[in-house]
């Protein structure tokens, strides 16, 4: 009882100094195992490790292969709540670059890992694409934490993040096409008998994903599922789709548990947040339980198998050589700078399923007696410990002496995704800014992102929303919805996070009717509240710009605007196109000079009057 509960506890207690300290959770949740692990049978009196995750025939928490059967189903849950978050929108949006890193980035890995380790500690071919294959993954569970502390451009953090989400399949399905090999061919290889199971597992582990994932959103569309029991059966769905896949052709579970999950995230299912909140929350506990016990799990001996020339070797070539190479072979062609392909080449951590799977596979083939079985859990653990190590403590630095860190953040996030809100947008957007908008109401998102915008449906009380690393370069901060309370909050929570340059908020009606009481965060206007800015766009839905000569003719205009509820000034455009968002009580002077322009929303000036 102890030993479960010391795990859970040290688990959260690890992901806590995590995010105080900015860092994967990977990284102290590992160290934690390794402590209670191994390590302790050097400090204990009777040389025994805090927590035995197996049974020894003294003390343990899971006997025989209990230990295998549980990391398989905790990693089945984790990468079904990956599947959730691949959108076909965005992998879209992200261009070739992505394709090519998951592809030929993989191969490169693969076989310059494979050829490394095999001369470098002179392990059987089959042993060494293992763990080759093994190490393909990065995963979001690492890089997520690391990108969203560093502001980037928004291609590289998109590049990194959605390799990390789709490569994780890929590694694990070609782990497992190895395993067969060596499993099946019983340690001849490449035979016709592992093609074959190969080929069933693509066949089982797509068909029972793709039918369960509509037989579950059926269920949830027909109300056939109560409201308190959607997540817990959706749990028991997932763990009942691997099992099965996992009968009819072994280690296909993996592959079913992605495709249901990819499925279910691409449909419009009522309560697909809160199945995805339950498996974010559901994920962070199996990730911090999983580390600490496969940590704890190797022995002293295993680590001593690391001390040498060699492991440094396998690790330099694997980290700065074979990765630089996947990423330039990959980027070739593509829109990318050097800097860029620098940066995406030097960040490429490895994470759960890497752990997971070489722990699983590794104590397989060494109960078979497989020669050099015993390399696979401590090389993957080092690769594991050592690239989170590494990336977690250097790469701000060297974002910065690549020149890849943005130095000002320029983005503009706008709470709030109603028509205002999209035609402000559309015009940022068309002014070469990064604009994103984030509401609770998916009809306005959706009616964002046919005009191209970006946007996304997000609970502004939700602490996710400062995790979300494409929001890493946000600048500015506009509240723009109709709710005071809502604006408030925004400024309140996010001015830090995304206002650096400037956060702002739409007066409320008593605002507006007690110039004495203008809050200094006041936007566009203190003589236009919500309702005033709807019905002007919806009488002149357009954004407009007028020349201006100097100061005084810029002050006399918005003396116009305040008199004028179908005009309401938004920004102030300089000769070289930036755009300056104007507050509604600065008192300072914008320095106007001839050249310049003023954008509003609303009627065209009517110079005659």
Same mark, same amino acid.
């Given at each position: ?6 795990? *859970?506890?040290?688990?959260? *207690? ?6 105080? $300290?900015?860092?994967?959770?990977? #990284? ?49 849950? *984790? ?63 690492? *890089? ?7 502001? /980037? ?19 694990? $399905? ?20 592992? $093609? ?96 600490? /016990? ?179 370069? !946000? ?36 605002? !507006? ?56 000034? #938004? ?7 930036? #755009? ?30």
């Amino acid at each position: 009882m102890l030993e479960l509960a010391g795990i *859970i506890i040290l688990g959260i *207690i690890a992901q806590w100094v995590a995010w105080r $300290l900015k860092l994967p959770a990977i #990284l102290p949740l590992i160290l934690i195992g390794l402590l209670v692990g191994p390590i302790a049978t050097l400090y204990t009196e009777d040389g025994a490790k805090l927590i035995e995750p197996i049974w020894n025939g003294e003390k343990g928490l899971f006997p025989g292969e209990g230990l295998y059967y549980f990391v398989s189903l905790a990693i089945s849950i *984790i990468l079904f709540e990956g599947g959730l978050t691949l959108k076909r929108s965005e992998i879209a949006n992200v261009g070739p670059v992505i394709t090519k890193l998951i592809t030929v980035g993989s191969v490169v890995t693969f076989f310059g890992a494979g050829v490394a380790a095999h001369y470098i500690f002179e392990l059987s071919w089959q042993i060494s694409f293992l763990f080759s294959a093994l190490i393909i993954v990065t995963g979001p569970t690492v *890089i997520t934490p690391i990108l969203r502390n560093i502001p /980037l451009k928004k291609d590289v953090s998109t590049v990194l993040k959605w390799e990390g989400i789709l490569i994780d399949p890929i590694g694990a $399905l070609v782990a497992v096409l190895v395993f067969e090999f060596i499993s099946v061919g019983e340690g001849s290889g490449y035979t016709q008998t592992a $093609l074959i199971e190969f080929g069933k597992i693509l066949l089982f582990g797509t068909t029972f994903g793709f039918t369960f994932a509509h037989a579950l959103a059926f269920a949830i569309k027909k109300n056939l599922i109560p409201h308190y029991l959607m997540n817990v059966v959706s749990l028991s769905v997932v763990l009942l789709v691997f099992v099965e896949s996992d009968v009819f052709a072994h280690e296909s579970g993996l592959l079913a548990v992605v495709v249901m999950g990819m499925v279910l995230g691409n449909m419009n299912l009522p309560n697909l947040k809160e199945l995805l909140y339950f498996k974010e929350s559901l994920s962070v506990l199996l990730i911090s339980i999983l580390f600490i /016990l496969l940590s704890a799990n190797i022995n002293i001996a295993d680590l001593e198998l690391l001390m040498n020339w060699k492991t440094a070797a396998l690790f330099v070539l694997v980290v700065f050589l074979i990765r630089p190479l996947g990423v330039f072979l990959s980027t070739q062609g593509s829109n990318l700078r050097l800097n860029e392909k620098l940066f995406i080449g030097w960040v490429g951590p490895r994470g759960i399923v890497a752990a997971g799977i070489a722990s699983l596979f590794g104590s397989k083939l060494l109960a078979k007696g497989e020669p050099g079985a015993e390399y696979i859990t401590p090389l993957v653990f080092m690769i594991v410990l050592g690239t989170v190590l590494l990336n977690a403590t250097t790469a701000r630095i060297f974002a910065k002496l690549v020149g890849v860190f943005l130095k000002k953040s320029e983005g503009i996030l706008i709470i709030g995704a109603s028509k205002v809100s999209r035609l402000i947008a559309n015009y940022l957007k068309k002014n070469k800014r990064h604009v994103v908008l984030i509401d609770n109401n998916q009809t306005n998102v959706e009616k964002a992102k046919s005009l191209g915008i970006e946007a996304m449906t997000a609970n502004i009380y939700s602490d996710s929303l400062t995790d979300n690393i494409e929001l890493n370069d !946000m600048g500015y901060l506009m509240a723009l919805t109709g709710n005071s309370d809502i604006n408030r909050f925004a400024i309140d929570k996010f001015k830090k996070q995304f206002g650096e340059n400037g956060a702002f908020r739409i007066v409320n009606t008593e605002e !507006m009717n007690d110039p004495e009481n203008n809050p200094e965060e006041g936007l566009f206007s203190h003589t236009d509240d919500f309702i005033k800015l709807t019905d002007a766009a919806r009488k002149y839905p357009s954004i407009n710009e007028i020349e201006l000569k100097d100061q005084e003719h810029y002050n006399g205009l918005i003396e116009i605007t305040k008199a004028d509820n179908d005009i309401i000034p #938004l920004f102030l455009k300089n000769p070289d196109n930036d #755009l300056k968002i104007i507050s509604a009580f600065s008192k300072e002077n914008y320095d106007v000079q001839e050249g310049y322009k003023l954008v509003y929303l609303g009627k065209v000036f009517d110079f005659d009057k």
